[in-house]
């Protein structure tokens, strides 16, 4: 059945993927030329093209009144990264099947993916009755005996129930209120259904008042119509085509009465790694890469020949750059780095630091950075140079206004020559402390792994002489080692270099490559190049949100208590008062 492009990639399953379509018909511009981002593409009546992909390239909004009416007000596009929090709108239009539900919305085990509906008559599950109008909650699909389910849950009587549906169940069912806040990219991530509208409200947007989206102000909805960028192979040509899906063409699916053979096949970093151990090692090509990295840059454009040699999981060091003249800079780090590291202070803001890092380390020096004067007898004041050697946690009772007040202080010996006397801090201290080292030891990366604690201040001091490019981490001052992950890679060298074999990121590099066949001489299981990465801001939250999904967010420094802020008011009364 002939159709808008918009239409069928606005309906598509991307598990359905890749796709053949014959163009019907359309408008052309320049004698059927596009300039497409950079790739010339000629399409006309009769043409074939295999869509192997889409993303969304852009957003088109059409705002209208909170009312009845489907009248638009005004049109306009927003950027991918807007700063804007939206509420979704419920869709009233009912579905009849479970199945129907699962076609046309993201379901997923994230939070994102559930999906809450209200039921528009009895059902009953196994032995237990869902009355009209209760909420249940859809998690995501499984298998269950053969036959494809969605997970759910409901709460009766204060009890949450877990049960499965069946995608055949039938039914009436209505989209619940979502009271969430979520950013542009997750709603087009989750949020957007298959040939239903997507409304949305506006409910914050950094850096400017959100009256200035709205013509009418006021809470206007806000219909999302995202605009992809579709991947296509044109016929006997190696390079990817993109497409805007509002190209005014119509086309035709003719996948299933299509010999593909005609099309050379293309495939992602992910569809190689998803691949078995024994189909390495192979020769494959380059067609498509958009890598903004310099260092991968000069080693993988269209045309170029590589060897993956095998798939693998490899351990990285996530690390940042401590500067406070500019933005911190981003790494990830191999734990074969073949440099050498010293150690560097680490410094603490507060008290409360000082104890945290205690429990994981047998021995803490430190010197104060800044003064604190303590009118409680219990608790001694600071001075700038003082050097301390961290003890342990005690808890000390404080008489205030005739009742007695248990404050949490660390205990310590500070340091006088050769004496020491032994003196008491409490927590909510906001002083600064600098770690003293006198380890001047070199460490290779193995050597830190096995014997710190991270975070660990660390400064390059051999740099790598076989890294890919510039050693980029040799010049940071101070580089703070946070975390020790393990993420996918693919062992690669150039087809005319064997012997530089260096590690491919899956998840970080859009690269497409043509699979020319086997590879028979010599390979390689261990890199002979170091790959030191510098991730994005958003890449580096999300390789530390994803290893650190199940960790809870440490407790906050305790606050200062009253007696301390009225004895600090005084000391600056008394500072002020004229002689």
Known sequence: MTTTLEKFIDTLDPQTLPRVLQIQSGYYYGGSVYELFGNECCVSTGDVIKIIGYKVKKVIVCIQNNNESDEALAAMELPLDFPGLFTVVVDNNPYYSIEEIVRTLHVGPTRFGHLRFRIGSDLNVADITI????????????????????????????????????????????????????????????????????????TEVMGCHKKNFYQAGGQDIM??????????????????VCLLSDLDIEVVDITEHFDMSSFIQTLSIYDIFERTTNEFPIIAEIIEHSVAK?????????????????KYQADRIIASELRSDSPNKHFLIPTIYKGKFKRRPRFFPTVYDLNVAKRETDELHVVATKPFHSNRKEFSSVCVG?????????????????????????????????????????????????????????????????????????????????????????????LQLEEQITDSYLLVSPYDSLQNVWELPVHRINLSVHIIGSFQGETFCLPTKTNIEEISEEEYY???????????????????????????AKNSDAATKPE
Request: hydrophobic share 40%.
């Open 386 to 478: 003082d050097q301390f050697l961290v003890k342990q946690l005690q808890f000390c009772e404080i008489v205030y206004e005739g009742k007695i007040t248990t404050v949490e202080a660390l205990s310590f010996l500070k340091i006088q020559g050769k004496s020491r006397e032994a003196v008491t801090i409490p927590l909510y201290v906001e002083g600064g402390f600098l770690e003293v080292i006198y380890d001047q030891r070199q460490y290779n990366m193995s050597e830190l792994c096995k014997h710190f604690r991270f975070p660990l201040n660390v400064k390059v001091s051999v740099r790598d002489l076989f890294a890919i490019g510039e050693d980029i981490i040799a010049s940071s001052s101070v």
């Open 223 to 240: 219909n999302l119509k995202p605009v992809y960028e579709v991947q296509a192979l044109m016929q006997y040509r190696k390079d990817i």
């Open 131 to 202: 009355r009209k109008d209760e909420e249940i909650m859809i998690r995501y699909v499984e298998e269950i005996n053969g036959v494809m389910s969605v997970s759910c849950g409901v709460q009766i009587m204060g009890h949450f129930i877990s049960f499965f549906l069946p995608l055949s169940c039938k039914g009436v069912f209505y989209e619940c209120l979502d009271k969430n806040i979520y950013t542009l990219k997750e709603i087009l991530d989750w949020k957007i259904p298959k040939k239903r509208k997507r409304g949305v409200i506006l």
């Open 542 to 568: 999300m390789v530390r949100r994803y290893e650190s999904q199940v960790q809870h967010p440490p407790p906050r420094p305790p606050k200062t208590p009253m007696f301390a802020m009225e004895s600090a």
């Open 294 to 310: 310099y260092t991968y840059s000069n080693l993988l454009w269209p045309g170029k020949k590589i060897i993956i040699h095998t």
